[in-house]
């Protein structure tokens, strides 16, 4: 099935419609970084320079959505053609590596001060995990910190297409379908058996909360006290911020829970799908016998537009667990 694809590209005052010959988007959960290369003609007027503002909008069929929002990184010409790179807030937060201690704040809210130190606003912030205090040391870029503290808050963290840093938590439940043998092109699952121990999050302190006076006393006990010993069937990740029994447990649950949707992975080809979104959770309705619907958490999206030519929308997930979507077996996001 064919249906009408275009590229809306705002290159600092300019815009460009039917002048991009090719454009690739790639986006990632962090510490990834969402980036777009646009190749137009060397004859196209052109005066946009790096660190311009950038927007990039998709049309397929009825359906226009924004894909990525930041500013030109590079830009290459040649005798025959023009390639403009733009990349997003994650590529600053990638560039960020801040050096300050957080005292008697939430994951969240940490969260949102790397964001600010980066100079990026934020969308949704679930993430609220109780620590006493957290170090934000100059081994980890900024991205690498967001994406430990989201994920140990059993969140992803991502920069939205509005470039904003967002850390929703993690669902089971489908919002979004698509059909095989009409909108998936290549669809493929992998389930893997699981040979490796589970996971502790091992913190050291007695704090019955983040706030309390002694939340900041070192202790010779392990946090949870209750932790199966490490070994075959364990392993133990240590995390000295964890500072309370609640912020250690809450931790542990969130990377098995990570290591268990790992697990079952897909990946798909489907026509070009600019309402696809990082975080969502997609199920594949139809699907051959043998073949897991899902739900998917959809955790890589990279969008390959060639007006004059195929054009498609390649997505990453990993198992969601539970849910479904029953009444969207037509396709939410079809032609």
Known sequence: MAFPVG??????????????????????????????VAVMPSTVPFSASPGESAQIGLTAGDSTETVLTGTIKAVERTLTAIAVTVSDGSADLHACRPAATYEGQNSGQILQA????????????????????????????????AALLARL???????????????????????CALRYGRDILVYQVQERKKDRPDLAAIGNGPAGSGSAPDALRQTVVSLPSNAQPPGAKMR???????????AASDAGDALNGEAGRGLSRAEGHCLLNPELR??????????????????????????????????????????????GLAGLAGGLLSS
């Not at 790397?114 to 679930?126: K, M, S, V």
């Open 153 to 175: 808050s059993g969140c992803l963290a991502f920069v939205s297409s509005g470039n904003e840093l967002s850390a929703p938590k993690i669902s089971d439940s489908a919002d």
């Open 278 to 323: 990082l975080g969502s959770v997609l199920e594949i309705s139809d699907a051959p016998d043998g073949l897991s619907p899902g739900p998917w958490i959809v955790t890589g999206i990279v969008h390959e537009v060639r007006p004059s030519g195929r054009s498609r929308t390649i997505f990453r997930g990993q198992s969601a667990g539970g849910g």
């Open 114 to 145: 790397l964001a600010g130190d980066a100079g990026l606003p934020t969308g949704r912030i679930d993430a609220n995990l109780d620590l006493a205090a957290y170090v934000v040391e100059q081994n980890r870029t900024a991205g690498e910190h």
């Open 236 to 246: 133990w990740l240590p995390y000295a911020f964890l500072r309370t029994p609640s």
């Open 7 to 36: 590229i809306s590209l705002v290159l600092g005052n300019s815009r460009y419609d039917s002048h991009v010959r090719r454009l690739r988007v790639s986006l990632s959960l962090l510490p990834g970084v969402n980036s777009a």
